[in-house]
């Protein structure tokens, strides 16, 4: 199983516009407070490496990590949260812009890693991205996030619900826990070999 991803922060991009042409790169979205951040920083095993919160849409830029060597090519996004009611609307208008303008015109954009709250499932917000992402046709891989806030009693009934919901199956989602480290080891892997990087 993989170790700690050799993960690099470059830079946040305010306008998906100005991003370079990389060799491949792989978007980590989903709805604000899912866990993205945390989950980055666990692959990395590198707690303060992006920016977690327990104020949901702290967020607010396109966030580019390397992986593996220094000029890779291959990069991490950490993507703002959608959801988040509790911004002005302009300001959500203005990242719902950044969001879409990234994932429709994102040439190098290999495949997203979805994420949904393992303990909440899949939202209405949630569901609406992913049909709008297989619109276009772009590569998802599912993740259910906070796997160690579900009871283990409640656990396979939960985990049902959500592949059902998804319209998927069992195999189809990967379940983790960034605090436990349940599955993260499983996910690098998945990260490597989508990226190209052996
Ligand atoms: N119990 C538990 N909490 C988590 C896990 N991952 C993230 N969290 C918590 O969820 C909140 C939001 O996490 P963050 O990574 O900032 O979410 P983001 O908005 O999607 O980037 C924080 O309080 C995290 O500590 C997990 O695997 N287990
Ligand atoms: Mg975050």
Redesign the pocket.
């Known amino acids: 199983m993989a170790g700690p991803l050799p993960l690099r922060f470059l830079r946040s991009y305010a306008d998906p516009d100005a991003l370079p042409h990389v060799n491949a790169e792989i978007a980590l979205m ?10 980055l920083n666990a692959l990395a095993q590198h707690k303060g490496l ?1 920016r ?3 104020t ?1 849409g ?2 607010r830029l396109l966030n580019a990590f390397e992986v593996g060597n220094p000029d890779s090519g291959r990069w991490l996004m ?1 993507l703002p ?1 959608y959801g988040y009611a509790k911004v002005s609307k302009t300001e959500q208008a203005k990242w719902a812009d950044m969001l879409t303008g990234y994932v429709e015109e994102r040439e190098n954009l290999t495949a997203v890693l979805l ?1 949904i709250d393992g303990e909440i499932g899949p939202t209405p917000l949630d569901l609406q991205t992913i049909e709008w992402l297989q619109h276009l046709g772009r590569d998802i891989l599912y993740v259910a ?5 579900v009871r283990p009693s409640k656990s396979p009934k939960r985990r049902k619900d959500l592949t059902s919901k998804l319209g998927l199956e069992k195999k189809d989602v990967r379940w ?5 480290g349940q599955g993260v080891a499983e996910l690098r892997a998945l990260v490597l070999e989508t990226l190209g990087i052996k």
Do not use: Y
């Open positions: 989903g709805r604000s407070n899912v866990g993205k951040s945390t989950l992006a977690t919160s327990k949901p702290a967020t950490d949260g994420l996030t906070k796997a160690d806030k983790v826990s960034a605090d436990k």
